[in-house]
Structures are given as structure tokens and as C-alpha cells.
């Protein structure tokens, strides 16, 4: 995606929390009415503020706090994108020869992007996925291919004769990346630096192993919360269970964190929950089953949106832990070996050039 280069971080704090920024890109190999050939959406914060359809052939908005950029920055986006279609298709096609495929619905994905934590320490990802499993992934600090599957280290072999591509990619994510990121977050201030406190409540599930609490909070806006279990003024840790904290759908966040306890003492548990919508630790205990009755059903409605959502992101999330990858600018019949160093105009180049941005 096309980034802000002209913000200079001299002297410009970072907003409190963790915020990120990520590019997930997807190629199909049998698009279909609803099915795009290739799509690219960007992301801040898990929130979506950019997209590119190749059915439209346009970068669009997809955050209001986006409005004001000028026409210029939509027009370069819409160019990147289109070269980086290509890109994507050759590479699906050629891994699809690895695996002795030449047709079928078959996908590529690549994510890239980095991300601030609250200590002002960063990291950055970069991976390629193939039919939704990991493929090849960049190690930012070694500038070397990481292979997940046997097949992929053809790919590896292809991508290492260019060391430049793993120069750019790195250039990228501990540069620009950052940068653009910064500015993203100034441009959506009032919605990406909101906080919405959580809402919490306990729910009571039995088992074969026995009894356990879970404690949710839902709707929670940004993604940084620390919820833990207490028992007699002392935290539990290794006797509880935690989720990953997920989107919901509309903008908010959402986990729970789960303990055994002995039938009849559930009373003498605790949730005690951190956020930064709440001006102190908040201390949530079970309440009776007539009371938490209706609150069982509202949560039992909230985890069907839980798991339509974690279909969509379960390779994203999973993938977080390890990745990197770039690409090079290939047409069918051509050296994959001769693409390097990069010329202007290509995916590669446009990563590190700076993007005239006005509002």
C-alpha cells in the first residue's frame, strides 16, 4: 500500500497502547461472481481503512477518517495495487506448479506489517500463505526465507538469488512502515485512540472435569486488557485458561479467561480486569443463576458472531507469530533470477518511495 513518508517522528509521541499496522493481500485462482481474482485490505488497529478490488480496479476507502486525503494518494494506491495483482497471481501459479496443480480453486495470501507496543518497543511480520497454510516467511534480522512446508523450499531457492528483496521488505517494515503508521493514527485519532471500557460478566459451565467460571468482556475498544482470576487476595495463573483477544465485527474487541473451581466456592473467586477505558481495576464476582441467566444467553449469542469471525482470521492470527515476505514484479515466461535490483515503477520501489500526501 501506498504509505506517508513526509511525517518525520522527530519529537511526535506515539498514542498509548498497542496499534498496528498490516496488509493482507489474496489471490484466487477461479474467481466467481462474488470472488474477486485479487483483493488487498489494510488495516490499523484491526480496523480496515483501505481496500482494492480487481473487479473495480480501484483503491477506495474504508474508513471515514480517511476522507480528507487527496485524490493523489487514491490514484498511486490504485497503481500499486494493480502491479502487485500481477505479482500475486504469478507467484500462486508458480506454487501451484510445485504441487503439481494447474487448476482447481486454489489461493495465495501474503500479510505484512508492523506494530507498536505501549513501551514504544516495535516488531514486524512479513509471510506468504498457500491454501491458507504457511508457505514462506522472512526473518527480519537474519534477511533470510523461512520455509513451512517441504514445497516451499523451491520457493525459498527462488526468492534467496535476490537478497535485495529481503533488503526492501526490511527497509520497509522498520521505516516506512512505522512512519505511515504514525500518521494513520493522527488522520483517525478520535477513532482509533478512543476508549470504550469493557463490559464484564462471569458465566458458570459444568463439566466432566467439573466446575468452571469464565470471565468475559466484550466491547472493549483498544485490544490492550488484562483479565485475571483471584482467590483469596492471591492472582491465579497457572490454574487458568486464556483465549486470544479477537475483533468483534463492529470495531471493539472481545476474550475471556477461564478457572476450576470446587463445586459450591465459586464465591470465593474474582475477575479482576485492567483496561484503559477504566480509570481502575475493575472486580467482577460469580453471580446467582437467576441473575446471570439472562446474561448466559446474550454471551451464547455473542459466541456465534465469535466464531463466523474467527473463520476469517484464524490463519491471520496464527500466522502473527512468525511472519515477513515481499515479492518481486514476474510476468509469465520471464527469469524470475533477472527481476532484481528493482526499477521504478515497480511493487518493490513504490514500498520505499514517498507518497505526496495533502488533506
Given amino acids: 500500500m501506498a504509505e506517508l513518508a513526509s511525517l518525520k517522528l522527530e519529537n511526535k509521541p506515539w498514542p498509548g497502547g498497542t ?3 498490516h496488509y493482507h493481500y489474496l489471490a484466487l485462482s477461479e474467481p466467481g461472481p462474488s470472488l474477486p481474482e485479487f483483493l488487498a485490505v489494510g488495516y490499523v488497529d484491526d480496523q480496515p481503512f483501505i481496500r482494492y478490488d480487481s473487479r473495480t480496479g480501484r483503491a477506495e476507502l474504508r474508513a471515514a477518517w480517511m476522507a480528507p486525503v487527496d485524490t493523489q494518494y487514491w490514484e498511486t494506491e490504485t497503481q500499486k495495487q494493480k502491479a502487485w495483482e500481477k505479482v500475486q497471481q504469478v507467484e500462486m501459479w508458480t506454487v501451484m506448479g510445485y504441487h503439481n496443480q494447474s487448476s482447481g480453486t486454489h489461493t495465495a495470501q501474503r500479510m505484512f506489517g508492523c506494530e507498536v507496543q505501549e513501551d514504544g518497543s516495535s516488531s514486524s511480520f512479513w ?3 498457500f491454501d491458507g497454510q504457511d508457505h514462506l516467511s522472512l526473518d527480519v534480522e537474519t534477511l533470510s526465507w523461512v520455509s513451512a512446508e517441504p514445497v516451499a523450499v523451491r520457493t525459498k531457492r ?3 538469488t535476490e537478497r535485495c528483496y529481503a ?10 512502515c512505522l512512519t505511515s503508521l504514525h500518521r494513520y493514527l493522527e488522520l483517525g485519532s478520535q477513532s482509533l485512540t478512543r476508549k470504550e471500557p469493557p463490559m464484564v460478566h462471569i458465566t458458570k459451565h459444568m463439566t466432566q472435569d467439573g466446575t468452571t467460571l469464565r470471565c468475559w468482556a466484550l466491547g472493549f475498544y483498544p485490544q490492550d486488557i488484562s483479565l485475571n482470576w483471584w482467590l483469596d487476595g492471591e492472582e491465579l495463573t497457572l490454574e487458568t485458561e486464556h483465549v486470544e483477544t479477537r475483533p468483534s465485527g463492529d470495531g471493539t474487541y472481545q476474550t475471556w479467561v477461564a478457572v476450576q473451581v470446587p463445586a ?5 473467586y474474582s475477575c479482576h480486569v485492567r483496561h484503559p477505558g477504566l480509570n481502575h481495576t475493575l472486580t467482577v464476582a460469580w453471580e446467582s443463576p437467576s441473575n446471570s441467566g439472562l446474561i448466559a444467553m446474550a454471551i451464547s449469542t455473542v459466541l456465534i458472531t465469535i466464531m463466523l469471525i474467527a473463520v476469517t482470521v484464524i490463519w491471520s492470527k496464527r500466522c502473527l507469530q512468525a511472519w515477513n515476505k515481499k515479492s518481486y514484479v514476474q510476468t509469465p515466461g520471464q527469469d524470475p533470477e533477472s527481476q532484481c535490483p528493482v526499477t521504478a515503477g515497480t511493487p518493490q520501489s513504490s514500498l520505499l518511495t514517498e507518497i505526496p500526501f495533502t488533506t
Avoid at 459450591?264 to 470465593?268: I, L, S, V
Fill in 158 to 160: 527462488w526468492w534467496e
Fill in 167 to 176: 533488503e526492501y521488505d526490511k527497509a520497509y517494515l522498520e521505516g516506512l
Fill in 19 to 21: 496499534h498496528s499496522l
Fill in 127 to 129: 509471510q506468504f500463505g
Fill in 264 to 268: 459450591g466456592k465459586e464465591a470465593w
